[in-house]
C-alpha cells in the first residue's frame, strides 16, 4: 500500500517534529492517568479546599499539585491534537500536503 499524500520536504521539518511534542503529551497525560488512576479534566471539582475527583462512582482525593498537574497535561495534550491537525490543514492550504492521484483503471 502506498502513501496517500505527496508531502513536501518543508511540512516535513514542521509537522514531524509537532508530532513529536504532540505525542510526548499525550504520553506523559496518560501516564499520569494510569499512575492517579483518574485525570481531573474534566470531572474533577474543588470542595472546601479538597481536589476531588468522580472516577468510575467513586471519588479519589487529589493533592493541589496532582489535580493542577493531571488538568493542564490533559488539556496540553488535547490541545496539541487540534493544533497538530490544524497545522496540517494550513499545510495542505499551502499546497505543501496535496493528495496523490489515482492511477488510472485499467
Not at 49 to 73: C, K, N, P
Amino acid at each position: 500500500m502506498s502513501a496517500r499524500f505527496t508531502v513536501t520536504r518543508r511540512a516535513r521539518r514542521i509537522l514531524y517534529p509537532a508530532l513529536a511534542i504532540v505525542v510526548a503529551l499525550f504520553v506523559a497525560a496518560l501516564t499520569v492517568l494510569l499512575r492517579l488512576g483518574t485525570s481531573a479534566f474534566p470531572g474533577g471539582r474543588i470542595v472546601d479546599g479538597h481536589y476531588l475527583v468522580t472516577e468510575h462512582g467513586r471519588i479519589i482525593e487529589l493533592t493541589r499539585e496532582q489535580y493542577w498537574g493531571s488538568y493542564w497535561l490533559t488539556i496540553a495534550a488535547v490541545a496539541g491534537v487540534v493544533l497538530y491537525l490544524l497545522l496540517a490543514f494550513c499545510l495542505h492550504l499551502t499546497g505543501d500536503i496535496v493528495p496523490r492521484e489515482k492511477p488510472p483503471k485499467t
